[in-house]
């Protein structure tokens, strides 16, 4: 019988992980979407706000780091024979995400 408590225990403890993945994941995507969008905004629509262009500046910076977080955390919220997949899809993303947000801040 301590069989299937441990397998229900491990369960319980994969389900927890993989709900604080989910929540980790999604609270780094919204910053990660709030930072680009300064960038973007910095960079494309330059207002009186942003004299200076630290917003382009630190929204690039935050945004990549966030960016990273979100392609590292995102595949431990799907099944382990999943992960490897998603790696390679989140990873390929957050490259090109890191040129793409390079280039918006090197042609300012």
Same mark, same amino acid.
């Given at each position: ?6 397998? !229900?225990?491990? #369960?319980?403890? #994969? *389900?927890? #992980?993989? =709900? ?11 910053? /990660? ?13 330059? =207002? ?6 630290? #917003? ?9 780091? /966030? ?16 992960? =490897?997949?998603?790696?390679? *899809?989140?990873?390929? !993303? ?15």
């Amino acid at each position: 019988m301590t069989v299937p408590e441990e397998n !229900s225990r491990v #369960g319980v403890l #994969g *389900v927890i #992980g993989r =709900s604080l993945a989910g929540v980790v994941a999604a609270a780094a995507g919204v910053v /990660f979407l709030l930072c680009a969008w300064q960038a973007l905004s910095s960079r494309f629509w330059a =207002s009186r706000e942003d004299l200076h262009g630290y #917003g382009l500046i630190f929204g690039v910076f935050l945004a990549i780091v /966030f960016a990273f977080i979100v392609a590292v955390v995102l595949p431990l919220v799907f099944p382990r024979r999943r992960r =490897s997949r998603l790696y390679a *899809v989140t990873l390929g !993303s957050f490259g090109v995400a890191f040129i793409l947000l390079i280039a918006l801040l090197v042609t300012a």
